[in-house]
């Protein structure tokens, strides 16, 4: 069973998903439970069954599907995929339990089931086609959810949605078809399997172009500046549900994508573009962060607050290094975990109260001293206060980037500031002061279903923060064979010096050690 | 006396399809439409026809005569459908077949 | 002895814990005794390994498990215990020991007791792990962790708008600090390869000036933020808003003291960039003096004090940035004592007069409140630095130092804000406790404090006195590791002439201060007097217009820049693009859709001019193939 873990990780909850129309409607949230638990467990087993030593591609499948064309179902994790579909397999499982009264909770439930397997098949695939297929599949529950379950602007909100990054995917998609192309030109097979393009080098102005293509489409998934505006309509109109999920999994799919396809397929674009790129994402982080400050809705701060921690994970994406990228992968957990974490309690509250507006609030910690507590701890962890999550990936994310450049590094890192700022406005605009208005007065503190969702997220948002050692130790011995590999693929000089040459550097030390001898 | 080529018979072809052409534009009755289009097919023939005659080639005619096939039951289908049509509507004007407007 | 590290260290955390397990229910005192209880293990633990290190032992040096490693980088969290951090391991507990005690008393009434003992116990915690991490990524834990706990503390009445602004206004400015000393810790990483003080001390001397001088100011700009100096010094007056044992422990003794340790614990990188040293120092004497004087005409007694705390942050970085690493020490060991005595009395004086501040309302209060008195004037005596209190001995060798290293400027200065501080210690100490009962004129009926509360201070009152005498011991112990220079001016006759100079300076600022404020026609200021409409005044009290300045100019102007960047940029110009070009997708297909009128005669129209078109475009295709050459050579005439 062990061999086909991928494929039943993936397939599992699709099935379950089909059997879920015909359960009783009574019934259907412990069904739904149940199988998201199962999927969870088996995730845990992924994790367990997982050599945490071994850097390449593990538990690989591969079945023909269109061999003329070199398509096939190829399935793989390594340490970079392995943490992030148990992740999406974690935030399923609480995202059902903790499931509020909805209308239609079959439909959703059902829906979640196969976000999921989209999910997890998009971070398990090592084929471009299959890694095509359950990207743009994933944008069909979350587009249900949104046009189902949103808000009044659900429709405009789902269409953008549904319609900006289908279009980004497209040119991903002509990216992939010329990719596929190149190498059928270069080795006379046809061939989508990433491991083979990985051993591809191409030109550097083929790069380039083919760069720009991924980027688009993975930049408009993350979201990047000036594509992120159907960000803040999809949270803001989604359901609490849909926020987690596309918080906490979605996005990554796009920052995800950059370490599996652009940096190792095209190592001196990757170079070229650096600066640009990390211009772009320090704009990201500091105008996200500023607009957040001026929202008045707060599932709206979050929303941008999202944007502007991706920004970080962009940067250090874009460092090349082990320390960046490492802290861009442990990143993308954090910030699933947080922004996760923080939109399941906007909708504690929504839940109550029925309203998002920061002003209708005030003095919470009088009343919900528990619910204060957690969103404290979660703000906190947002902020990237240090034995917190987050602060792990940020600081990695940023020490990396500072071997690139100084004062590009000194201008992210203004994040940390402006980030402390709109997130303690927000908190003592929620929670501080007086109640001022008598329908507050008497909202019931957080309960036990509630916080079933919520202790797990708060404790995996401290154990990682002073223990990340179990996490990052698998996705540094990843990254650095995607480094090596990129420095090896490397080219044009500056690429060569930019990537820095792990193999080189233990056969210097230890030179250098035996001279001190 | 000029020979009859290869180009007399494309330039025939060709006058019969631009008259066809015009027919199919500027027509509002249905069952003119029709004739337009015949004549349109009827010109495509004719071309099938000499240019299989100039390469000696039997394939164009048998063509021609697939084509012949062709017209045949479309004007008998086109046909059974304008009587409908004219039986409901009582008229077969062009311009009041609009139902399939965008 | 690691035992004891591990005691000293977690006691704290658990107590924490403990207290927060009570966090939302009503007052119990249990929450409030176990934590002291355990710092005061805690203490004890620290004075055994004080007492190991005074006796010569081994620097303890232990490594409790990996935080972070990936790539080259590798952070343990490692704890040393050393001359420096036992010295800052027994201020930070003996402070904080007393202060809990003493709050038990303090926030008797309150009833967010069991929270504030939680905080509180946190705070000791971070602040432990602040002085006794092995790496820089340690020191930022505690770094932020104390930050995490001042804010909540600062806003521990979270009711009242104020606090919660304060407490989000200190947060935030460390954090601009803290960008700074991330900085400084990534330069370190990239140059020295490892983040371990030891390590990276001994790679230093290798790197050029250059990037040691950025090292140096990078990690002193953190120093700035949780030190407040100046221009990141507004967030410590306003730090008052949080209950008074808050302000002895954490504003007072111990978290704004660690900028002051963070310079003393990178002693040997910032002796390699004596310019970067002397900017330090200047910029201390500068707030020194700045402080005190803002200080000078003050109408709260606590933001007095914080005043005072904050000029005598100056003096500890003028002497460390001199390179007098050990003065700095010791004068950080006994301002922390007297400081947090003076708080602990303001507290009381604020209990007995329902946390009423101004010092104009009270008077006279020496009758009622004799022990509070005697220790708030002792504490002062001790701040004034007259022999033979702790501050004599501190605060002396720091002009010593100042004479001796030949910077007369910053000598001047400082002997100047010794004068100020006088004065100004005696101007709330004379308006609170002699003169005129004024108090009565607002119906406050003040009461001493609870003798537990007294007794709590009184090993801070002991210490405020004696603590001087611990100089030549302290001096002989961490000279081990401190560039340790017995600062002496060679001439004798200079050196009396210079300490009973100062002596006599101080005493006259202290009668002057009893002489202009014990006099009975003291009047509660009402804005008419003559003196409260003059510039110099104004300029004072407004506290140099700089928090109006970052109000009017860098808070508003932010706030509008937020909103203009999402209300203008990110809805009309980001979003209005995207939607604009969707919108010219659908206008085309609006536009386009009469095409689809259903006649059968247009569409065949249509579809005839589509077949010309891409006929003609074949044609034009065609003949660009054919020609493809001769196009080439015409366009290359052309010059294209």
């Known amino acids: 069973m062990i061999d086909h873990i991928l494929s039943i990780l993936i397939f599992f909850p699709a099935v379950a998903a089909v059997f879920g129309f015909i359960i009783q409607k009574d019934s259907i949230r412990t069904y739904g439970v149940a199988v998201a638990t199962i999927e969870f467990a088996l995730s845990l087993w992924l994790w367990f069954a997982f050599d945490t030593n071994a850097s390449g591609m593990q538990f690989m499948e591969h079945a023909a599907l269109v061999p003329a064309f070199g398509i096939n179902y190829i399935l793989g994790v390594d340490g970079i995929s392995l943490f992030i579909i148990i992740l999406a397999a974690f935030f399923t499982m609480i995202g059902i339990a903790s499931l509020t009264d909805t209308k239609n909770v079959k439909n959703m439930i059902v829906t979640l089931l196969f976000l999921q397997m989209t999910m997890v098949g998009v971070f398990a695939a090592l084929d471009a086609i299959v890694f095509y297929v359950f990207w743009e599949l994933s944008l069909v529950p979350m587009l249900y959810i949104i046009g189902a379950w949103g808000g009044p602007l659900r429709i405009y909100a789902s269409i953008k949605f549904f319609l900006y990054t289908f279009t980004g995917s497209l040119v991903m998609l002509v990216g992939i078809l010329f990719m596929a192309y190149f190498y059928f030109q270069a080795t006379g097979v046809w061939s989508f399997a990433i491991l083979d393009w990985y051993r591809l080098i191409l030109p550097e102005t083929f790069q380039l172009w083919l760069f720009v293509a991924f980027f688009i489409g993975f930049a408009i998934k993350v979201p990047m500046f000036p594509f992120h505006t159907w960000l803040p309509y999809a949270h803001g109109q989604a359901p609490t549900i849909g926020s987690v999920m596309l918080a906490a999994i979605l996005l990554k799919m796009g920052t995800y994508a950059f370490i599996r396809f652009s940096l190792p397929l095209f190592p001196d674009a990757s170079v070229f573009f650096m600066f640009p790129i990390a211009i772009l994402a320090i704009i990201m982080v500091i105008y996200t962060a500023m607009v957040a400050y001026a929202q008045k809705d707060i599932k709206q701060v979050i929303a941008y607050s999202s944007i502007s921690h991706m920004g970080i994970i962009i940067i250090g994406t874009f460092a090349l290094n082990v320390e960046g990228i490492s802290g861009s992968v442990f990143l993308m957990l954090g910030h699933g975990v947080v922004a996760g974490g923080l939109f399941l309690l906007v909708g504690v509250i929504y839940d109550r109260r029925h309203t998002k507006m920061m002003d209708q609030f005030g003095g919470l910690a009088h009343i919900m001293p528990r619910y204060a507590t957690i969103f404290g701890i979660m703000m906190m962890a947002s902020v990237g206060l240090p034995l917190t999550i987050n602060f792990v990936g940020e600081f990695l994310s940023l020490l990396g980037f500072y071997q690139q450049s100084h004062i590009l590094t000194l201008l992210a890192g203004i994040g940390i500031i402006v980030g402390a700022i709109y997130m303690l406005a927000a908190y003592k605009k929620m929670f501080f002061g007086e109640v001022t208005i008598e329908e507050n007065r008497n909202l019931p503190d957080v309960n036990k279903r509630e916080l079933i969702a919520l202790i797990p997220l708060v404790i995996i948002a401290i154990w990682l923060g002073v223990y990340p050692k179990p996490v990052l130790e698998p996705i540094s011995n990843s990254v650095e064979s995607i480094v090596q590999l990129m420095h090896d693929k490397a080219q044009t000089e500056e690429a060569k010096s930019r990537i820095p040459n792990l193999a080189g550097k233990i056969v210097i030390t230890k030179a250098s050690q035996e001279e001190a001898h | 006396m000029m020979e009859i080529g290869l180009n007399h018979y494309l330039v025939l072809s060709t006058i019969l399809f631009t008259i066809g052409l015009i027919g199919v534009m500027r027509r509002k009755n249905l069952l003119l439409l029709f004739f337009a289009t015949e004549i349109l097919l009827n010109s495509v023939n004719i071309a099938f026809a000499a240019i299989s005659h100039f390469y000696g080639d039997l394939t164009g005619q048998m063509f021609a005569f697939f084509v012949i096939a062709i017209a045949a039951s479309e004007v008998a289908v086109g046909l059974g459908l304008l009587i409908v049509w004219h039986k409901r509507h009582s008229n077969i004007d062009l311009d009041a077949l609009s139902t399939m407007k965008g | ?640």
């Open chain 3, 1 to 640: 002895m690691e035992k004891y590290l591990y005691i000293a260290l977690f006691a704290p955390l658990v107590g924490s814990m403990f207290a927060a397990l009570f966090g939302a229910r009503p007052k119990t005192v249990i929450a409030g005794l176990v934590p002291s209880t355990l710092l005061l293990i805690s203490l004890i633990a620290s004075s055994v390994l004080l007492v190991h290190i005074i006796g010569g032992g081994e620097v303890i040096h232990v490594e409790m498990m990996t935080w972070m490693a990936t790539g080259d980088l590798y952070i343990p969290f490692g704890f040393v215990v050393d001359q420096i951090s036992v010295t800052m391991m027994m201020v930070v507990t003996i402070v904080s020991t007393v202060v809990h005690f003493y709050a038990i008393g303090y926030m008797d009434h309150d009833k967010g007791f069991n929270r504030f003992f939680a905080w509180l116990s946190a705070f000791v915690f971070s602040m432990l792990i602040l002085v006794m991490s092995d790496n820089y990524a340690g020191l930022f834990i505690g770094w932020e962790g104390v930050g995490l706990c001042s804010w909540g503390l600062i806003g521990f009445w979270y009711h009242k708008e104020s606090a919660t602004w304060a407490a989000n206004e200190a947060f935030i400015m460390n954090r601009i600090a803290d960008l700074g000393m991330l900085i400084g810790i990534f330069l370190i990483y990239w140059n020295t390869g490892t983040l371990q003080y030891e390590e990276a001390f001994a790679a230093m001397p290798g790197l050029d000036n250059a990037t040691l001088t950025w090292m140096g100011i990078f990690l002193f700009i953190g120093a700035m933020g949780k030190s407040a100096q100046f221009p990141l010094h507004t967030w410590l007056a306003d730090a008052m808003e949080g209950p008074t044992p808050v302000s002895a422990l954490i504003h007072a003794a111990t978290m704004v003291t660690a900028g002051v340790y963070l310079v003393i614990r990178s002693n040997e990188l910032y002796s390699l960039i004596p310019n970067v040293g002397l900017f330090i120092a200047s910029l201390g004497a500068f707030v020194a003096i700045f402080a005190a004087s803002m200080a000078l005409v003050n109408r709260d007694i606590k933001r007095v004090i914080a005043y005072s705390t904050l000029s005598q942050l100056g003096y500890m970085f003028a002497a460390a940035g001199l390179g007098a690493y050990w003065v700095a020490l010791f004068h950080l060991m006994a301002h922390a004592f007297f400081k947090a005595l003076l708080f602990l009395g303001a507290g009381n004086v604020m209990h007995a007069m329902d946390s009423e501040l101004d010092p104009f309302k009270m008077g006279g209060l020496g009758k009622v409140m004799k022990a509070s008195m005697i220790m708030m004037t002792l504490a002062s005596i001790a701040l004034a630095g007259l022999f033979p209190l702790a501050g004599f001995f501190s605060k002396d060798v720091i002009l010593e130092a100042a004479f001796a290293e030949h910077h007369f400027i910053i000598y001047t200065v400082l002997l100047l804000t010794a004068g100020l501080t006088a004065f100004y210690s005696f101007r709330i100490i004379a308006l609170i406790f002699h003169g005129e009962e004024r108090y009565k004129l607002f119906g406050f009926h003040p009461h001493e404090a609870y003798k537990f509360m007294l007794v709590a201070m009184s090993p801070l009152l002991i210490l405020a006195i004696i603590a001087g005498s611990f100089r030549t011991t302290f001096f002989s112990v961490v000279e081990e590791i401190l560039s340790a220079t017995e600062y002496h001016i060679h001439s004798h006759v200079t050196y009396w002439v210079m300490t009973i100079g100062t002596q006599l300076f101080v005493i006259l600022a202290i009668a002057y201060a009893y002489k202009k404020y014990m006099s009975r026609d003291i009047k509660v200021p009402d804005g008419t007097s003559k003196m409260e409409n003059s510039f110099k005044y104004k300029l004072l009290i407004n506290q140099y217009y700089i928090p109006y300045f970052y109000e009017e100019y860098l808070v508003k102007s932010y706030r509008e820049l937020s909103t203009v960047l999402w209300k203008q940029v990110d809805m009309k110009i980001v979003d209005a693009s995207v939607d604009g070009i969707a919108g010219i997708i659908y206008g085309t297909g609006e536009k386009t859709r009469n095409m689809q009128s259903g006649n059968l005669s247009t569409m065949l129209k249509w579809m005839v001019a589509g077949t010309v078109a891409m006929l003609s475009l074949a044609v034009v295709f065609g003949l660009a193939v054919r020609y493809s050459d001769e196009i080439k050579t015409i366009l290359s005439g052309l010059g294209v």
